[in-house]
């Protein structure tokens, strides 16, 4: 296990196209599934930031928390995860995109129990095709270099960045936490599902 500081990302920073309307503003007991996000994140670690681009910053939402802004165009959510590691190189991150409507505080503080200090990654293997699962994972402090090596090779894509690492793989303590909401369709099968 990592000795290193970890820090929460929550990556918010998406144009939700396939949904239609903002993911991180999907309505949840109350809240935002962002909000709902960033409480899980801050059961589990000492500071949580959102992930946002340029153009998001001063979104009434994500201008509520801590936020680490892009620094990077049309990189996908490597951009975010990469922005955070430049920002704070000494800490290791617990990223997870704002899109897990089943996340729960056992999915991450499984995670962060069992990250491993002799890998890059630490992920969970996915329940649907048995490959890394990039957006609820853990990036280690010193994994930059990595990241940027694939990035000037033209691979941008978390998940063929984790398989072709050294990552550490766990089993999903629950298989359906990690299931997400990109279309109208996965909204209405999902928890989220009665309050939109």
């Known amino acids: ?3 290193k500081p970890v820090y929460g990302l929550v990556l918010a920073g998406g144009k939700s ?3 239609g309307r903002d993911k991180a503003l999907l309505p ?3 809240q935002s599934q962002l909000a709902y996000i960033v409480g899980l994140m801050n059961r589990c670690v000492d500071k949580v930031f959102v992930s946002t681009r340029a153009d998001q910053e001063n979104d009434a939402e994500r201008n509520r928390y801590a936020q680490i802004v892009d620094r990077f165009d049309d990189l996908g959510p490597v951009a975010g995860i990469l922005s955070a590691l430049l920002e704070y190189p000494e800490v290791d991150w617990l990223v997870a995109a704002c899109d897990l409507p089943n996340v729960n505080e056992q999915t991450l503080s499984n995670l962060l129990q069992q ?9 969970y293997i996915s329940s649907h095709d048995g490959l890394p699962e990039p957006l609820c994972a853990i990036y280690h402090s010193g994994c930059t270099e990595i990241i940027e090596q694939f990035i000037a090779a ?3 894509c978390p998940r ?5 690492s050294e990552t550490e793989l766990l089993q999903q303590p629950d298989p359906r936490s990690l299931d997400n909401v990109n279309t109208p369709d996965d909204l209405q099968n999902s928890v989220l599902r009665a309050n939109s």
């Open 1 to 3: 296990m990592s000795d």
């Open 28 to 30: 949840r007991d109350g």
């Open 160 to 164: 063929k960045i984790l398989i072709q």
């Open 154 to 156: 033209g691979v941008n």
């Open 115 to 123: 990250r491993s200090s002799g890998h890059p990654f630490t992920a």
């Open 17 to 19: 196209r396939r949904m």
